[in-house]
């Protein structure tokens, strides 16, 4: 075992390399629940948007393709949800848990013929003169552009909810969908949007795991990082800075379990393996204080 | 006279499947007028009211606004229009500030800041001061009404569709918007006032459009027809008033000591050292905005909310501890508000929602066994008893009309034999013979030696039915007073007064 | 313009209708889907539904079908519970590892005793208890805590396999087994072997034990006050607790039930057609085991119908790959498919679909 070996300075910029993925797919779910949906299908579509993305970046050799690719992907996958819970009126959980086996089963079927495959590498960007700041030069501006993107992600998201019109709009509709109606506001139209977004940005958030983090394909790769998303999401009441919090948490968590693995601690390597999972009932238990929107998870249809 | 118009109607139809919710509706509403609609639950006022805000699409029919053709696809349409609408209920958001609902309902909402100072400015402007940082949810009912209301004002309406909006008001809180309503009258615009309450129409509305089965049935100068005539044309038939044979009061069945708990969520109330006795043969009204500790009261009394041991006793017995079950076996029955999924299961048949609460009382289930044929037999007695409208107990209770439902939950606590009967609106939303007897088979149940709690906002309800009359206001219950002889201005300063509305959050 | 109109009542026939239409739909659109991959359509819906039971090899492949359906169906009637209830275990797989888990720890504890009158039984019991105690978790967090039961019991699936290749890799290893990962072979161990109770049937103790849990669990939905509660608690939260439904009782009695189901199921396994505790093997029946009990209407019969039927998908899906070379995957995506389309046609029993305006 050998502690030295443990670079404080690499362990936390992997940390926010970890975390990406989860703060892709938390960001759009967090919209789709205050827009009053529970989508359960994370997972599912993190899944897909990493092999759309993947194919795509190793048929034309850019990533960047990859990532528009793997967006259109997941987005792609959650209109199938959005169809079946806004005009078929089917149950959530149900249908977000068939969206989850629906997309593992049909990424396993892309990737066919591209297990092993190395992807082409997505280049780091060392942002000029601040990346040269020793200690938090090479923590925080010395990443791949995802790392920005995800962060930007939920700052807009910020933004959106509290100072915009839209974002007041979607919120309403997520607290009670009946007054939004009757204000006259199209709560469908708004929540199909929303899961859009939200299967839009789950593509990213698994693109970014079979293109920059592992970067290849397997089949079912994700390994319950769509789960987790859904359970930062709670843990961070709805907000999304918290979101920014909990992924950090956890992107903290399952490198520094790969840092001891490669120390050689005398932990065997599977208990390592099952922290992080851990670790996210913890905060569960800890943080399920938050008041969830009024009419998440309910069924909307506009009677009389 | 025809510049004078406002709005017309021409002949409004409009069909669901099964039932003809308007049909060749025409009406006109002059400007400045204050125009009521009157009808019983199922009248056809609400889809009428919806068309106007264009929630609602006509079948046939043509509306006129100011003499230009008006046909608004949407909400928005109408608001432009200067159609604007208080609501009954759902048009609040309650995790939202009073300043984001309102930005919600206008068509291009200033920004926040400046939103926030015309909210204070109008709502001091027309006496319904309002702070606009609070959240929605911390609201008092009348309060809440307010911010639609002043949702509606920031838009200078040309007409202003209410809806029963002094349902969930205080006597002083009413008087408060009839002056509100005056000055808007004043400076020329138009309402449309929804109520089923003749006196409160009688005082305010110059004219009345009354709605019966979708049909026009009647014109009248509310301030120049009596309400008992109103009734009977809103009706169709003369009405019975329940009478309650003359009995005494027995022994102490329910005592209620110093009933407190906490909030069960976080927008609910308190429940504050409630004391109060309740004999055989009584009926204790209590009375109460929505909001104040109502549904908390009947949780903590039907057991599904529990408190200390003895903060409620039933003949001696100490059962604040006990589950609902364990209760409906030492005789204390309950009926809250909601009929749907809370007194009775929608999507359960009549048979299953029987076999809901009977199961202790009637010896419905031996060992953990059901036994489906007593239940149905029970579900059965309680169709013929009430007078249920269904075709029979296999059927769905949302297959049932809100009046027919609620004679059903009713019916099949009072089939119980209950030594002390808790419910709350026992007629809400019910047509008024339906209603009626309701309210009379409280009365009789109460007569044969059961002392009933009945918690109503209908005041007029708790007046005929109540022996003694007590008030819940933000949890705390008033001391009960012998109902006879109580004036309506009584009962409000009972009810809280105004609820210090005029002061309130304004300057918090 | 079409439009959904609420019926007064669920549709009767559509419940039954609904299934039957999914599973021709997804017929359809998976032989699609075939065809895309360049298989022939009929052939391999021929070979997936109609081979296994009727084929050349049918002899092989039908008590196969009733080796799969078993822990399918058992687990899927322990779901069913916890689904009518508005209760979500989604970690079914994860307590299925930890009753195989703990049953063969209990076998191989008394390896090489011959006691096959107390091991046995000893096992199925572990199995339970290993279930049930990894169920648990997410119900003493959810009453205690209010966490979400549906995270938790998925997140303990990925802490479950951890410890299984745990298991596998150390304290379970078969010291005879020249280093590789992976136990003794429960079933060459006599006293602990999940036997074929009739030759060539595929009927072993699980399946035995899937069928009494069918029964069982009839009974207890049309006839006994906690089915009745459960069925209540779905339907309207509220008025289960104001007819005297315990909230937190309800939650925690489906869990363990769910669980312990899971448990047997995963003892049934390693004993018997898995035979020993590897790194994996699980095969994921308690995720498929969710579509089978929405597929079976969380009816108990139905979710017979339904796990025999996803079973045929299996051995089916097996014989195709082998036949056609169609990829294993298609069957996973065909499986997902078939829940999709149910969810999608099951609208039609509570509502009905208007032509014409809409407001």
Redesign the interface.
């Known amino acids: 075992m050998d502690f030295s070996s443990i670079n404080p300075i690499l362990l936390l910029a992997s940390l926010m390399v970890a975390a990406t993925p989860i703060i892709l797919a938390a960001a759009g779910e967090l919209i789709v629940e205050r827009a009053g949906v529970l989508n359960?299908g994370v997972e599912g579509m993190m899944i897909t948007g990493a092999i759309t993305g993947f194919i795509a970046t190793v048929t034309t050799g850019s990533p960047w393709i990859g990532f528009v690719a793997a967006a259109a992907g997941g987005a792609g996958l959650s209109l199938?949800f959005a169809?079946?819970t806004q005009f078929?009126?089917?149950?959530q959980?149900?249908?977000g848990?068939?969206?989850t086996?629906?997309?593992?089963?049909?990424s396993?079927?892309l990737?066919?013929g591209y297990n092993g495959i190395k992807a082409p590498e997505f280049p780091r960007i060392d942002i000029p003169v601040i990346s040269d700041i020793p200690v938090l030069g090479p923590i925080l501006f010395s990443h791949d552009p995802m790392v920005y993107v995800g962060i930007g992600l939920i700052a807009g998201t910020w933004y959106f909810l509290k100072y915009s019109?839209a974002g007041?709009?979607l919120?309403?509709v997520g607290?009670?969908h009946?007054?939004?109606h009757?204000?006259?506001?199209h709560v469908i139209r708004i929540r199909i949007m929303a899961i859009a977004f939200g299967g839009a940005c789950a593509g990213l958030g698994g693109a970014y795991i079979s293109l920059v983090r592992v970067p290849q394909w397997t089949?079912g790769m994700t390994?319950?990082a769509g789960?987790?998303a859904?359970?930062i999401v709670?843990f961070a009441s709805w907000r999304p800075w918290r979101l920014l919090i909990g992924a950090y948490l956890f992107g903290g968590v399952t490198v520094l379990q790969l840092n001891l693995q490669a120390a050689g601690i005398a932990i065997?390597v599977?208990?390592l393996?099952?922290s992080p999972?851990?670790a996210?009932?913890l905060v569960?238990?800890l943080m399920?204080?938050g008041?969830a929107?009024?009419s998440l998870g309910k069924i909307f249809?506009?009677?009389? | 006279m025809a510049t004078d118009t406002l709005l017309e109607l021409r002949g409004l139809t409009k069909a669901y499947p099964g039932v003809v919710a308007n049909s060749d509706v025409s009406f006109t509403i002059g400007k400045g007028e204050v125009h009521a609609l009157l009808g019983e639950n199922g009248a056809g006022k609400s889809t009428l009211v919806k068309t106007i805000y264009g929630l609602v699409k006509p079948d046939t029919g043509k509306m006129t606004l100011n003499g230009v053709a008006y046909e608004p696809s949407e909400p928005r349409a109408a608001r432009a229009s200067g159609v604007a609408m208080v609501f009954q209920h759902f048009s609040l958001f309650d995790a939202l500030d009073v300043a984001e609902n309102i930005a919600l309902g206008m068509e291009n909402p200033p920004q926040m800041a400046d939103l926030a100072a015309r909210i204070r400015e109008v709502s001091e402007q027309y006496g319904l001061p309002l702070d606009p940082n609070m959240v929605v949810g911390d609201l008092s009912a009348g309060e809440r009404q307010r911010v639609e209301i002043i949702r509606c004002l920031l838009q200078d309406p040309k007409l202003l569709i209410m809806d029963e909006p002094t349902s969930v008001l205080t006597p002083q809180e009413v008087e408060i918007l009839f002056k509100t309503l005056n000055i808007l009258r004043e400076e020329g615009t138009s309402i449309l006032y929804i109520s089923h309450k003749l006196e409160e129409i009688r005082t305010l509305c110059e004219h009345a459009t009354i709605l019966r089965h979708g049909k026009v049935v009647g014109n009248c100068d509310p301030r120049q027809t009596s309400a008992r005539d109103m009734a009977e044309m809103m009706v169709g038939a003369s009405l019975h008033v329940p009478e309650k044979a003359p009995h005494e009061a027995g022994e102490v069945v329910l005592s209620i000591r110093g009933l407190s708990a906490p909030a069960p969520h976080q927008f609910g109330t308190a429940l504050k050292n409630i004391t109060v006795d309740v004999r055989e043969g009584e009926v204790l009204g209590i009375g109460g905005v929505a909001g104040n500790g109502q549904d908390e009261l009947v949780a903590a009394l039907s057991g599904e909310m529990k408190t200390a041991a003895g903060m409620v006793v039933i003949d001696g017995r100490e059962i604040g501890r006990l589950g609902p079950n364990e209760r409906r076996a030492a005789g204390l029955c309950a009926a809250p508000e909601e009929r749907n999924g809370h007194a009775a299961a929608p999507d359960m048949s009549l048979t299953e929602n029987a076999l809901m609460t009977g199961a202790v009382r009637k010896n419905l289930v031996k060992n953990g066994l059901l036994d489906w044929p007593a239940a149905k037999a029970f579900a059965e007695e309680v169709i013929k008893a009430f007078d249920v409208r269904t075709p029979g107990p296999a059927n769905a209770a949302r297959s049932l009309s809100g009046g027919n439902l609620q004679k059903f939950v009713i019916g099949r606590e009072i089939m119980q034999k209950p030594r002390v009967l808790v419910i709350n609106q026992p007629t809400w939303g019910v047509d008024a013979a339906a209603a009626a007897s309701i309210r009379q088979a409280i009365l009789d149940l109460a007569v044969s030696g059961t002392a009933v709690v009945c918690i109503s906002q209908d005041l007029d309800e708790l007046r005929e039915i109540s022996d003694r009359f007590a008030a819940l206001n933000e949890g705390k219950l008033t001391p009960p007073r012998p109902a006879k002889g109580l004036t309506i201005d009584e009962i409000g300063l009972m009810l809280g007064g105004a609820h210090d509305m005029e002061i309130a959050h304004v300057d918090a | 313009m079409l439009t959904l109109e609420k019926r007064p009542q669920p549709s009767k026939a559509w419940v039954y209708a609904a299934p039957i239409l999914a599973v021709v739909i997804t017929m359809i659109v998976g032989g699609g889907v075939f065809a895309l991959l360049g298989k022939p359509p009929l052939e391999a819906i021929r070979t997936i539904f109609y081979d296994p039971i009727f084929g050349d090899f049918a002899s092989y492949s039908r008590p196969q079908l009733l080796i799969k359906a078993g822990p399918l169906i058992l687990i899927a009637i322990g779901l069913s519970f916890g689904f009518r209830a508005g209760i979500w275990n989604i970690g079914a797989e994860g307590q299925y590892i930890m009753g195989a888990l703990a049953a063969a720890g209990t076998g191989l504890a008394f390896y090489p005793m011959e006691a096959r009158w107390l091991i046995f039984p000893l096992m199925i019991l572990a199995g339970f208890a290993g279930g049930m105690v990894w169920a648990a978790i997410p119900a003493f967090l959810r009453i205690r805590f209010k966490t979400n039961e549906i995270l938790v019991s998925l997140m303990l699936v990925y802490v479950a396999e951890a410890i299984q290749a745990s298991m596998a890799l150390n304290l379970m290893r078969n010291p005879d087994g020249h280093g590789f990962p992976g136990s003794r072979n429960l079933s060459q161990y006599p006293s602990s072997a999940n036997l074929e109770l009739v030759a060539n049937s595929g009927v072993h103790w699980g399946v035995m034990a899937a069928l009494t849990a069918v029964i069982f669990a009839y009974f207890i939905l049309a006839r006994h006050r906690f089915g009745f509660d459960v069925r209540l608690a779905g339907q309207s939260p509220r008025a289960a607790g104001f007819a005297g439904v315990d909230a937190g009782r309800l939650i925690f009695v489906c869990l363990l039930i769910s669980g312990a189901l899971a448990g047997a199921a995963g003892m049934f396994e390693v004993s018997g057609p898995a035979g020993r505790v590897s790194i994996d093997f699980n095969v994921g029946y308690g995720f498929t085991a969710i579509i089978v009990a929405f597929l079976g209407r969380l009816h108990p019969v139905g979710i017979l119908i339904a796990g025999l039927l996803m079973a045929l998908t299996y051995i089916g899906g097996e014989l195709a790959q082998l036949s056609l070379g169609l990829p294993g995957a298609a069957i996973q995506l065909f499986q997902g498919m078939l829940l999709f389309f149910l969810l999608a046609v099951d609208v039609m029993t509570s509502y009905r679909i208007r032509f014409g305006k809409t407001e």
């Not at chain 1, 249809?301 to 009389?304: E, G, K, L």
């Open positions: 359960l199938l169809f079946l078929l009126l089917s149950n959980v149900a249908t848990l068939a969206l086996l629906f997309g593992l089963g049909l396993a079927l990737g066919q019109r007041l709009i919120r309403a607290e009670n009946e007054a939004a009757a204000l006259g506001y089949d390994a319950g789960w987790i859904l359970a709670v065997p599977e208990y393996a099952m999972y851990i996210t009932i569960l238990v399920s204080a008041r929107p009024g249809h506009a009677s009389r």
